[in-house]
């Protein structure tokens, strides 16, 4: 068998790399978060949730984790969506914020949420 030359060797990596570049552009593609969320303005109903959105606005960002603990530990299967709603609100207010603390907060957010 023929050793392949340098000219085909770079076609075949081009080539790959271009299939490569294809799958990773579908894939983000297809993940945008560009979907509207049908409840995106609809007011939170929980005990304490105005509360939580009070002190996320004040940039109290450890009392908001605190308050939001506190719902979280009396969430039925009933208000689970709406708490998961307003747990999502409070991330993405915090790991866009970058007031000193929001990224500790996000953090602890997160070791309460997957324990990790």
């Given at each position: 068998?023929s050793?392949p030359?340098?000219a085909l ?7 790959r790399l271009?299939?490569l570049g294809?799958?990773l ?8 978060r560009d979907?509207v969320d049908p409840?995106?303005n609809?007011?939170f109903?929980?005990?304490g949730?105005s509360?939580?959105?009070d002190l996320?606005?004040?940039n109290d960002f450890?009392?908001?984790v605190?308050?939001l ?10 208000t689970l969506?709406e708490y ?7 991330q ?8 000193e603390g929001a990224?500790?907060a ?11």
């Open positions: 068998m050793k030359t340098p060797v770079t076609v075949r990596t081009a080539r271009l299939c294809a799958v552009a579908s894939g983000v593609i297809g993940c945008s979907e409840d995106a609809k007011p109903t929980l005990p949730a509360k939580v959105l996320l606005s004040k450890e009392n908001t605190g308050a603990a506190e719902i979280k530990a009396g969430v039925t299967d009933s969506q998961q709603r307003l747990s999502r609100r409070v993405e207010s915090l790991s866009t914020n970058q007031a990224m500790d996000y953090r602890a957010l997160g070791v309460m949420e997957r324990g990790r």
